[in-house]
């Protein structure tokens, strides 16, 4: 029975959009009206949205699952609503991790919480829109509420706004800077007004987490995209955000070309997907900006086109460069309403910054994901060497690593963890050397044996692949997320010795 779960947990006849050509020194065609906008000289014209039909091809265990991915390009997977985008009170400094681990957290309070959890369906109306309540979002599915009670695995914590842990900072409601953090925001100001940033000191740093005040700046430097020399960078950004436009006028217009419509509408299919829980990614202007990110993206790298889960590596950028004009309530902040020329450089060193990110694990995109298929191995190996009884515990039921660690490897651990958790990851990624296409190795390693207690009480094939796409992290914030990085580093020294492969 276990054998024919297996078999049946997987799509079939999965389909990866077709690789793309760009058409270099082609004439530039008439300016696409959807981009009218961007450019005042031109006339606005109405946005057409394309809508996809509903199937319902889901195996039933599948289904079961919450999985996020699709059985078809076209399906509407109402499960995937359930995604970890939740928040609650947890105290920050990730400096913690490395000393001792907390005790007791269900004394942690915030003042302006909801404790309610029976308006479920309650919305509000600001400014003549219809918003989300707060308390919507508490549980989202029955089977993740049906989880975490019977593990019993977290103490019963009240929710906070998710906008106050977007970024994790001293953002509207949180606790007043700690004399450490003004100290440690002091030291990164210093290192970026010098007229040569060091790089190497501004990583040591970064490891610990990045104050929000200045973490645009420094995620751009970290990535490569802004030179270390500060006399340089104005004319670097000038020039690079110029060139991502000269990229939109000369291709976006082919989104609609025989060649190239799969693509654009698979990335046009999954937009409204990414963070549904949060209502600033569903607004219009933000979902063509992604649109347009994406596909100018999937062009120019025809080794890999656009593949699912590419959407999702955006929205840590985008977030953390827009916070550098909205300092509360980002949530359901209208970007519509922010200058023009803010949007566009909004969105141009979000296209730049995720092109570098990717540039460094692109193998994880080409065909049949070969980048994917070594590290999801390398972590099966990693893992028989830390923790044999899961390792055992897996094998005595027939759960392959493929089944729940591919996710884990394709979205950075990003449908696993809430946005404010990734971007504090993110922080030690771009510091860690090789980071995105090495580290994350041993994080998920550390992230998988942090659930090792609930992974052994499952007793069946079912249950062990629910508990592993659905684990618990809604409550997570910069305490937990430095005790994983701890581990993750504790891991990678005493395992030096690894296979090459696992550097692959």
Not at 164 to 188: C, H, W, Y
Not at 253 to 274: C, G, L, N, V, W
Not at 428 to 434: G, I, L, N
Request: aromatic share 10%; hydrophobic share 35%; proline share 5%.
């Amino acid at each position: 029975m276990a054998t024919e779960n297996r078999i049946n947990f997987w799509r079939k006849n999965a389909k990866v959009p077709g690789s793309v050509q760009p058409v270099y020194g082609a004439q530039h065609p008439p300016l696409d009206p959807r981009l009218r906008r961007l450019y005042p000289k031109d006339t606005k014209l109405k946005f057409n949205n394309l809508k996809s039909k509903k199937t319902s091809s889901f195996h039933e265990f599948a289904r079961s699952t919450n999985d996020a991915w699709d059985i078809d390009d076209d399906e509407e997977d109402d499960d995937f609503l359930a995604g970890p985008a939740l928040c609650s009170s947890l105290p920050s400094g990730a400096h913690s991790a490395f000393t001792q681990k907390q005790q007791d957290m269900s004394g942690v309070t915030h003042s302006g919480m909801s404790h309610s959890t029976e308006e479920d369906t309650e919305h509000k109306h600001v400014n003549g829109k219809v918003v989300k309540s707060n308390s919507e979002v508490h549980l989202c599915t029955s089977s993740v509420r049906s989880t975490l009670q019977k593990q019993q695995s977290l103490p019963v914590r009240p929710i906070i706004p998710l906008v106050a842990r977007i970024s994790d900072q001293n953002a509207s409601g949180a606790p007043p800077m700690t004399v450490r953090e003004k100290s440690r925001l002091d030291k990164f100001k210093q290192l970026l007004a010098s007229a040569n940033t060091d790089l190497e000191e501004l990583r040591k740093h970064s490891w610990s987490g990045i104050p929000r005040e200045v973490r645009p700046i420094t995620w751009r430097l970290l990535s490569g995209y802004l030179p270390a020399n500060k006399e340089r960078r104005e004319l670097v950004l000038k020039r690079k955000r110029e060139e991502y436009f000269g990229f939109i006028v000369q291709y976006y217009h082919s989104r609609t070309d025989e060649h190239y419509k799969d693509t654009y509408r698979q990335i046009h299919i999954d937009i409204p997907r990414t963070n549904p829980l949060i209502p600033l990614f569903q607004q219009p202007v933000v979902q063509e900006v992604f649109e347009r990110i994406l596909f100018i993206w999937a062009i120019r790298h025809p080794a890999s086109g656009y593949v699912q889960g590419i959407n999702d590596l955006v929205t840590p950028f985008f977030v953390v460069f827009l916070s550098e004009f909205v300092m509360e309530d980002m949530e359901n902040f209208e970007v519509a309403a922010l200058p023009l020329d803010t949007q566009r450089n909004i969105e141009a060193d979000s296209f730049w910054c995720m092109s570098k990110l990717l540039d460094g694990i692109q193998d994880n995109y080409t065909f049949a994901q070969p980048g994917i298929q070594n590290k999801v191995k390398a972590l099966e190996e990693l893992v028989s060497r830390i923790d044999e009884d899961i390792h055992n515990h897996f094998k005595k039921y027939e759960v392959e690593y493929l089944q729940f660690a591919f996710r884990w490897m394709n979205n950075l651990l990003m449908r696993e963890l809430p946005l404010r958790c990734t971007i504090r990851l993110w922080d030690t990624y771009q510091a860690e050397a090789e980071g995105f296409s090495h580290f994350h190795l041993y994080v998920c390693a550390a992230f998988l044996i942090e659930w090792r207690k609930e992974i052994l009480s499952m007793v069946d094939f079912q249950g062990l692949l629910i508990l592993l796409q659905n684990l618990p992290t809604i409550h997570w914030g910069n305490e937990e997320v430095g005790l994983l990085l701890a581990e993750a580093y504790r891991l990678k020294y005493m395992f030096a010795d690894a296979p090459s492969h696992y550097k692959r």
